[in-house]
């Protein structure tokens, strides 16, 4: 189904888009009236973790334009990794050692974009006659 494509294509620029939201707002301890995003955590140890997400996705997004099965297998494997990369920020960043932040909508699009891509490899386009297994 080629909305299947379009949708993965939507998904990794949501990806994007969303590692420079706020993921979270914390007001605690050394941090005061800070707002963490994927690329930019402050003096957290987080360091940047929408980077292995973003990388990963960009893998996916070639994958879905070549019409090969070894392509398409490749581009679930990707998309598995970004899923749990997604579910791993999201519990990364929601609660720690007793507390828990404020969450912010940058985290939540986060996971929504990781399932439209996930979404998008189980169900890949392929075109009449060009899959070929080899």
């Given at each position: ?40 955590t ?31 297998r ?59 297994e080899?």
């Amino acid at each position: 189904m080629k909305i299947f494509r379009t949708i993965g294509i939507a998904a990794v620029i949501l990806l994007f888009i969303s590692a420079y939201l706020p993921w979270v707002y914390i007001n605690f301890g050394k941090l005061h009236n800070a707002f963490l995003t994927g690329m930019n955590t402050g003096i957290t140890e987080y360091g940047k973790p929408a980077i292995l997400g973003l990388f990963f996705s960009l893998l996916f997004l070639i994958t879905i334009f070549i019409p090969k099965v070894w392509a398409k297998r490749t581009g679930i494997l990707f998309a598995v990794i970004v899923l749990a990369w997604g579910i791993r920020n999201y519990f990364l960043f929601t609660c720690e050692m007793g507390y828990c932040p404020h969450r912010q909508v940058g985290l939540y699009l986060t996971v929504l974009a990781s399932l439209a891509i996930m979404a998008s490899a189980l169900m890949p386009y392929v075109p009449e006659g060009k899959m070929e297994e080899k």
